[in-house]
């Protein structure tokens, strides 16, 4: 079957750097999404990763290892408003995006 | 870029009524549109794939007489619940796939649907 996993919650302080992975086991691989929800709204696209390596934007970074299933997202000087749920998402051979859970992240002051 | 717009942002309907909600791409044709479900503190579940001109694709578990979809343009889909129950309250969201862009899908802002 398809799985993708990442932590449910995760907590950090403001200021600082967290970096939430994402691992995956799909039929077939066409890129790799990072998106952000806050409660009550739809999903905002971060970041898409198709090829190995780090993709930077601002504070925000994304990495990818197709070989080891495995990405990460590294968010940098956190903000409050940094506050939300991040959803890994792998589109497989299909095309279709194959979610996570979504990983909760509470910052704190 | 490209924006989806939904309508309505939130409803609520009585048992066994119908309700329809409308998906937008406001600024480029969308060959294709998803439609998801996500109840409260879950992932986004995908309920179907509409293409324009033709007939949805429903996810496993999905009744498709109960969700008709109608994807009757390039910038038009829409959710239709038939005879809503509680258990349909939820939060749908839709996403716009562009012309010969496969990789990335616009979101839009969600339907909040409670059912009384």
């Known amino acids: 079957g398809q799985n993708i996993d990442q932590p449910t919650e995760m907590t950090a302080t403001e200021g600082a750097i967290v970096q939430i992975n994402c691992t995956y086991q799909t039929s077939g691989f066409n890129g790799l999404f990072w998106y952000q929800q806050h409660a009550g ?18 504070r925000f970074s994304s990495f990818l290892s197709r070989s080891k299933g495995y990405s990460y997202l590294l968010l940098k000087e956190l903000q409050m408003k940094d506050s939300a749920s991040y959803l890994c998402a792998v589109t497989d051979s299909n095309y279709q995006l194959i979610w996570g859970a979504g990983t909760k992240l509470i910052i704190k002051p | 870029g490209a924006v ?3 309508h309505p942002s939130w409803v609520i309907c009585k048992s066994g009524t119908s309700v329809k ?11 294709t549109m998803f439609w998801y479900r996500q109840f409260p503190k879950q992932s986004l579940m995908l309920m179907a794939t509409s293409n324009e001109g033709s007939k949805a694709t429903y996810e496993q578990g999905v009744e498709k007489d109960k969700f008709l979809i109608n994807h ?3 910038t038009l889909s829409t959710l239709t619940v038939t005879s809503a129950h509680p258990e349909d309250s939820s939060f749908y969201i839709c996403s716009a796939v562009g012309q010969g862009d496969v990789y990335e899908q616009y979101f839009g802002p969600g339907t909040r649907l409670t059912v009384t």
């Open chain 1, 41 to 58: 709204e739809a999903p905002t696209f971060l970041s898409y990763n198709v090829l190995d390596g780090l993709e930077e934007k601002g």
């Open chain 2, 21 to 31: 909600i409308e998906c937008r791409s406001l600024d480029f044709q969308a060959t």
């Open chain 2, 4 to 6: 989806v717009s939904q």
């Open chain 2, 72 to 74: 009757a343009s390039l």
